[in-house]
């Protein structure tokens, strides 16, 4: 249930590469920046705070058009911080390739539609060795953001999306449906239609929903509940500066 609405549980559109595939031209480049808040409901004095930026690029590599997505996490100290790099086809957003920095360790893969294996030419890369073949090609997970902006969201309409985690053990489909729609206010006190976004899992005990413009299709708020924790995400006004502020990228 969102907001007091039953959500139905209608028939879903499958969408991986190839089937139901993504409009992934239609994904705006440039920098979005977002603001989350976590707080553990058993202790109300304290919130952990992170902030993410994610700068996506349409480039030509290897003769083809290609997205190329970075991201920064930025945590309370230097040790949380972490940056992801991902390469999807311009075209239906299939992943071609996704590095992470975390905690000091490098994590690089390629990835194709039948397979992903861990990137044997980057140097310090800890998953050299990993091979996991796929009976069908998948989403990058870590892009769920980017992929739910590519969505065709409509009243009543349900979507099986075959995600992956790089490095983990198997991709698999995820329920996510259109639990209607609610205008909400953004941080310049205007209000804005959005389509409401609901996936949940009542055996691992988690729910997770998310606000999308219809006007625009952008990400603007997402809320979930797991473990006894409430996490809230933000997007950030365009007018908010890059607060790396003339850091090194």
Not at 6 to 11: C, T
Not at 71 to 88: C, E, K, L, T
């Amino acid at each position: 249930m969102v907001a007091g609405r039953v959500i139905a549980q209608n028939a879903a559109d499958t969408v991986r590469p190839g089937k139901g595939a993504l409009p992934a031209h239609a994904l705006k480049p440039g920098l979005r920046q977002y603001l989350l808040c976590y707080q553990d409901t058993k202790n109300d004095r304290k919130l952990t705070f992170w902030y993410w930026l994610r700068d996506i690029a349409i480039q030509k590599q290897g003769g083809k058009e290609v997205y190329v997505i970075t991201q920064h996490w930025y945590g309370s100290d230097s040790g949380s911080y972490r940056r992801v790099y991902s390469i999807n086809d311009a075209g239906d957003f299939a992943p071609l390739y996704h590095r992470e920095l975390v905690r000091g360790k490098l994590n690089a893969y390629d990835w194709k539609g039948d397979g992903i294996m861990g990137a044997d030419s980057v140097e310090g890369n800890v998953r050299k060795g990993f091979r996991l073949a796929f009976d069908q090609p998948n989403y990058n997970w870590n892009l769920d953001i980017e992929t739910f902006e590519l969505l065709p969201l409509a009243e009543g309409k349900s979507f099986l999306i075959n995600f992956y985690d790089a490095g983990y053990e198997a991709p698999k489909y995820v329920r996510y449906t259109v639990a209607g729609s609610e205008r909400i206010r953004l941080l310049d006190g205007q209000e804005t239609d959005c389509w409401v976004l609901h996936t949940e899992d009542t055996e691992k005990g988690y729910s997770e929903t998310y606000w999308i413009s219809k006007k625009g299709h952008e990400f603007l708020k997402e809320e979930d509940h797991f473990n006894g924790m409430v996490r809230y995400k933000v997007r950030m006004p365009d007018a908010m500066p890059d607060i790396r502020m003339g850091f090194a990228r």
